[in-house]
């Protein structure tokens, strides 16, 4: 019974939101996410970790202020910052065509409707949607990341596995998707492979939220406890308002019939998804704190 304890959890703690900005487009889509970068000429969007690019002369406004974008670069300077990035990040090129930059847009424009139709669960529509950037742009690494995880949420993670390798051999640092093979590990109770991956991440990235947290659940779910307790608290320590890992030391203390410190836990964890406007992860928070005695 313990396990399915901290298997319930795990798509909440993979797909918590961040404190999100406000991105309006031109056409009236708006989009909800982490800006991580920014330049003259486009800004980066994180989208369930995926960094999901948008050109400023496509953009109506960031978080209410009006966009001007400078004047645009040439395609043919776009094409060599495209593949300077692909250079940096030692990306492996399936074909040497090169792309234009209208291709380039309409990949990440079928990429971020996939990632809009991951969000509202529908999940055969999202894969059509990254399919479509993939056969656009077939050395896309974040759109193989896209159709790992659409599976892993059909309850198909063996096939996604496959999915997230290719995303890997892409482009060989890319954290999320090495996150993502943890993930679809744990989902198959294979603890180990869980392991193993994530602590590839924080080769990587010693700090990251995603990899610690999840570390937590995988030994606990082997009934490794310290272990689990440790990797959650780290997670704490590095960032005290992260809402996912006192989850995890609410539901392993829940677990153990240690009801006080499941409640502390609890408590402070619906806290933090309350100031996130998270209502998903407050429900499921609320349907723990019911269960205590």
């Known amino acids: 019974m313990r396990k399915k304890f901290f298997v319930s959890l795990v798509l909440l703690a993979v797909f918590l939101p961040a404190y999100a900005e406000i991105v309006v487009?031109?056409?009236?889509?708006?989009?909800?996410?982490?800006?991580?970068?920014?330049?003259?000429?486009?800004?980066?969007?994180?989208?369930?970790?995926?960094?999901?690019?948008?050109?400023?002369?496509d953009i109506e406004s960031i978080n209410g202020k009006k966009i001007t974008a400078a004047i645009v670069k040439k395609e043919p300077?776009?094409?060599?910052?495209?593949?300077?990035?692909?250079?940096?990040?030692?990306?492996?090129?399936?074909?040497?065509?090169?792309?234009?930059?209208?291709?380039?847009?309409?990949?990440?424009?079928?990429?971020?409707?996939?990632?809009n139709y991951f969000r509202e669960k529908k999940y055969e529509e999202s894969i059509i949607e990254f399919e479509k950037a993939l056969k656009i742009d077939p050395n896309l690494a974040e759109g193989y990341y896209g159709l790992g995880y659409a599976y892993c949420s059909k309850d198909q993670c063996e096939a996604s596995l496959e999915y997230f390798k290719k995303a890997?051999?892409?482009?060989?640092?890319?954290?999320?998707?090495?996150?993502?093979?943890?993930?679809?590990?744990?989902?198959?109770?294979?603890?180990?492979?869980?392991?193993?991956?994530?602590?590839?991440?924080?080769?990587?990235?010693?700090?990251?939220?995603?990899?610690?947290?999840?570390?937590?659940?995988?030994?606990?779910?082997?009934?490794?406890?310290?272990?689990?307790v440790s990797?959650?608290?780290?997670?704490?320590?590095?960032?005290?308002?992260y809402a996912p890992s006192y989850s995890g030391l609410g539901v392993l203390y829940y677990s153990l019939g240690q009801f006080l410190d499941a409640k502390e836990n609890f408590l402070k964890a619906k806290e933090l998804f309350k100031k996130n406007n998270d209502e998903q992860g407050v429900k499921a928070i609320e349907e723990y704190l019911g269960k205590l005695p």
């Open 25 to 57: 487009l031109k056409s009236g889509k708006i989009i909800e996410g982490d800006i991580v970068e920014k330049t003259e000429k486009y800004i980066k969007v994180d989208m369930f970790g995926v960094p999901v690019t948008y050109y400023l002369d």
């Open 77 to 115: 300077e776009v094409k060599a910052e495209i593949n300077n990035t692909k250079e940096k990040i030692n990306l492996e090129l399936q074909d040497k065509k090169s792309l234009s930059l209208g291709e380039v847009k309409e990949a990440q424009e079928c990429f971020q409707k996939g990632l």
């Open 168 to 228: 890997i051999e892409l482009s060989p640092n890319y954290v999320d998707a090495y996150n993502g093979m943890a993930y679809a590990y744990n989902i198959l109770g294979k603890y180990e492979n869980t392991i193993e991956y994530y602590l590839k991440v924080l080769q990587l990235k010693a700090d990251n939220l995603d990899a610690l947290n999840g570390l937590g659940y995988a030994y606990a779910s082997m009934g490794k406890y310290e272990d689990a």
């Open 231 to 241: 990797y959650f608290k780290k997670a704490i320590k590095i960032n005290p308002e």
